[in-house]
């Protein structure tokens, strides 16, 4: 009990924590820790979920940017780059996008079709949603 409490608790007062906070609402494993085999994906997946990766909105609290100016560098659409523009937003992954996530999701995206998307409990979503962020990462990263 004491650590739920806890757990909820840091929900609320961590910064790092809010893209966390509208997905995850329940003290539970998550489902694609147990149906994901590649050592990749499920890392992209966790990192991902955790905000343990290098988006602009993660590497502006490091350095101290306001949160306005953590601009999207990987396309001309000037918006903070966070867990929401990287997976359903930035035109740089429109191609992957549109080979791994459902039209569902892509079209007319929202925070609560984000949030649907990462909450699923559909296997093939889930292996679909961290193939998709584990070849982002990799194009990303070659970007830089």
Known sequence: ?????????????????????????????????????????????????????????????????????RICQQCNLHMIENEYHFLLICASYTELRNTHIPRYYRTWPTITKFKSLINTNSEIKIRNLATFLCHTFKKRNAQQ
């Open 1 to 69: 009990m004491i650590q739920r409490q806890n757990w909820f608790s840091q929900l609320e007062h961590y910064a790092k924590l809010d893209t966390n906070r509208t997905f995850k609402s329940t003290f539970e494993p998550e489902k694609y820790i147990t149906c994901l085999n590649n050592r990749c994906h499920f890392y992209s997946l966790a990192r991902f979920r955790c905000s343990a990766h290098k988006l602009a909105i993660e590497e502006g609290r490091y350095r101290n940017h306001e949160r306005n100016n």
